[in-house]
Structure formats: structure tokens, C-alpha cells
């Protein structure tokens, strides 16, 4: 990366990859899995670190997860969004369910950013913090929306729980 400052692009991917490191189980774990130091790993965990993970390294994470968290920020910096192959049990899903997170993650981002701007400053540890709450409320509103094209392809009453 060049010495110019990082773009949202750049701040969206590091988030990303902090998020994926997290998921497989903290950087020694995720350096364990992806055959890569512990202090790279650290850097690539570090916000203010200019390296980003390389795509092996992304693609063993992904898949130890489950998750194709840094997958889907390309797709998105790209004007695509990812789609599951498969449809998986979503007999189980409960839009209800998903609703409430929403609102309970909208919640949280939204006292975050209220202490943020409380002072009329906002510091890099604020808005990673706002950021790592918007990532919180953009997984729960995925799931939301997942839940909600199961209850409309099934054809559910989310009064009465029947079809």
C-alpha cells in the first residue's frame, strides 16, 4: 500500500478481517489455521496496520468459519452481494426473532454514535467502535432479510406461526 492515507474501502476490508479473526478464534488460532506468524496475523487485526490478508489466508478462514465475511465486503465494494448456494433448514428461521435483533443492534449503534458525538469530537477508537456496531446491525438485518424471503417462500403467518 502507498504512503497515501487509507480510503473507506481499505477501513471496510481491515473491519472485515478483524471480524474474520475474531470468528476462527483470536489471531493465534487464525495464524495456527492459515500457516502464518502470530504477528502477521496481529497486523492484519491491527486497524492502523497498512497489510491486508492475503486470499489464501482469507479463503482458510472463510471456510473454518463458515463465514465469507471478508468475501462478501469485495463482493459489496464491487456493487454485488453474495447469494448461499444452498438454502440450508429454513424451516427454523424466525423472522420474529430476527426483528428484535435488529432493533436491539440498531440500538446499540445508535447510543454509540450518540456518546460519539456527545462532545462534538469523534476520535479513530469512536468510530471503530461505530463501525463494529454497524457491522453488528448489517449482519443482523442479513439475517432478517434471510428470515423474511423464507416466511414469503413458505408462505408463513407470522401471527398464528402457520402456513
Same mark, same amino acid.
Request: glycine share 8%; aromatic share 4%.
Given at each position: 500500500?502507498?504512503? +497515501? !492515507?487509507?480510503?473507506?474501502? $481499505?477501513?471496510?476490508?481491515? /473491519?472485515?478481517?478483524?471480524?474474520?479473526? =475474531?470468528?476462527?478464534?483470536?489471531?493465534?488460532?487464525? =495464524?495456527?489455521?492459515?500457516?502464518?506468524?502470530?504477528?502477521?496475523?496481529?497486523? $492484519?487485526?491491527? +486497524?492502523?496496520?497498512?497489510?491486508?490478508?492475503?486470499?489464501?489466508?482469507?479463503?482458510?478462514?472463510?471456510?473454518?468459519?463458515?463465514?465469507?465475511?471478508?468475501?462478501?465486503?469485495?463482493?459489496? !465494494?464491487?456493487?454485488?452481494? !453474495? /447469494?448461499?448456494?444452498?438454502?440450508?433448514?429454513?424451516?427454523?428461521?424466525?423472522?420474529?426473532?430476527?426483528? @428484535?435483533?435488529?432493533?436491539?443492534?440498531?440500538?446499540?449503534?445508535?447510543?454509540?454514535?450518540?456518546?460519539? $458525538?456527545?462532545?462534538?469530537?469523534?476520535?479513530?477508537?469512536?468510530? /471503530?467502535?461505530?463501525?463494529?456496531?454497524?457491522?453488528?446491525?448489517?449482519?443482523?438485518?442479513?439475517? !432478517?432479510?434471510? @428470515?423474511? +424471503?423464507?416466511?414469503?417462500?413458505?408462505?408463513?403467518?407470522?401471527?398464528?406461526?402457520?402456513?
Amino acid at each position: 500500500m502507498s504512503d +497515501a !492515507l487509507p480510503t473507506a474501502w $481499505f477501513y471496510r476490508l481491515k /473491519a472485515a478481517q478483524r471480524d474474520l479473526i =475474531a470468528r476462527a478464534g483470536g489471531i493465534e488460532r487464525s =495464524a495456527d489455521l492459515s500457516s502464518m506468524s502470530k504477528s502477521q496475523m496481529g497486523r $492484519f487485526n491491527n +486497524a492502523g496496520d497498512p497489510d491486508l490478508m492475503p486470499l489464501p489466508a482469507v479463503l482458510l478462514l472463510e471456510a473454518e468459519c463458515a463465514a465469507p465475511l471478508v468475501t462478501a465486503v469485495m463482493a459489496e !465494494l464491487n456493487g454485488r452481494r !453474495l /447469494a448461499d448456494a444452498e438454502i440450508g433448514d429454513a424451516a427454523n428461521a424466525s423472522i420474529m426473532a430476527s426483528h @428484535a435483533e435488529v432493533v436491539v443492534q440498531a440500538g446499540e449503534l445508535m447510543a454509540k454514535g450518540a456518546i460519539a $458525538f456527545a462532545d462534538g469530537r469523534l476520535t479513530p477508537s469512536e468510530a /471503530a467502535g461505530i463501525d463494529r456496531s454497524a457491522a453488528s446491525l448489517e449482519s443482523a438485518v442479513s439475517d !432478517l432479510r434471510r @428470515a423474511a +424471503a423464507t416466511a414469503r417462500a413458505n408462505g408463513l403467518s407470522v401471527v398464528g406461526g402457520t402456513k
